[in-house]
């Protein structure tokens, strides 16, 4: 007999040019790019100045459009609680093994050490695009078993993680 298929609880789409700080940096980035090595282009040799165009596409447009497409999918169905942040593996957390559920309050710079994937010493991995609220997850006993999920919704995604761990144990 065929399981049945998981309930969605809770969706959170979080896309990185939301942050602040990156819509802010991203333009500048672009501007220095062509600032440094437009002047380097101007002198080299034509296969030179090639080269260095084709470093100023990838830097100066490539990378900052790279940058503002991330996003962070948070996701919590009646059996998972997963957080992908583009390419990276997704943190994939069975809702029977969660122990605590907190929505929180937390400095993105000291307790996070910024945006994106980041290690941590306080939540051990942190999975944030913007803002400053999460939900802090454990789900063992381990200097390693638990993270940070950033959200624009903290409450709405941490209520949904106890009613799918609700239902997941009934």
Not at 68 to 74: A, G, S
Request: some cysteine; overall charge positive.
């Amino acid at each position: 007999m065929a399981e049945p298929e998981e309930r969605e609880l809770f969706r959170e789409v979080q896309p990185m040019h939301q942050n602040m700080i990156v819509r802010l940096v991203m333009p500048f980035e672009s501007i220095m790019v062509v600032a440094i090595i437009l002047p380097l282009a101007l002198g080299p040799s034509r296969q030179q100045w090639v080269e260095l165009v084709l470093v100023m596409i990838v830097c100066g447009l490539a990378f900052p459009y790279w940058i503002m497409t991330l996003k962070l999918t948070t996701v919590v169905t009646d059996r998972r609680l997963w957080a992908r942040f583009w390419v990276i593996p997704a943190r994939d957390v069975p809702l029977e093994t969660i122990t605590s559920v907190e929505s929180i309050k937390y400095s993105p710079i000291g307790d996070a050490g910024g945006w994106g994937v980041r290690g941590s010493r306080k939540f051990y991995r942190v999975y944030n695009v913007s803002g400053d609220r999460g939900v802090h997850v454990r789900f063992g006993e381990g200097k390693r078993d638990h993270f940070l999920v950033g959200s624009r919704r903290p409450d709405e995604l941490a209520e949904a993680i106890e009613l799918g761990r609700f239902a997941a144990t009934s």
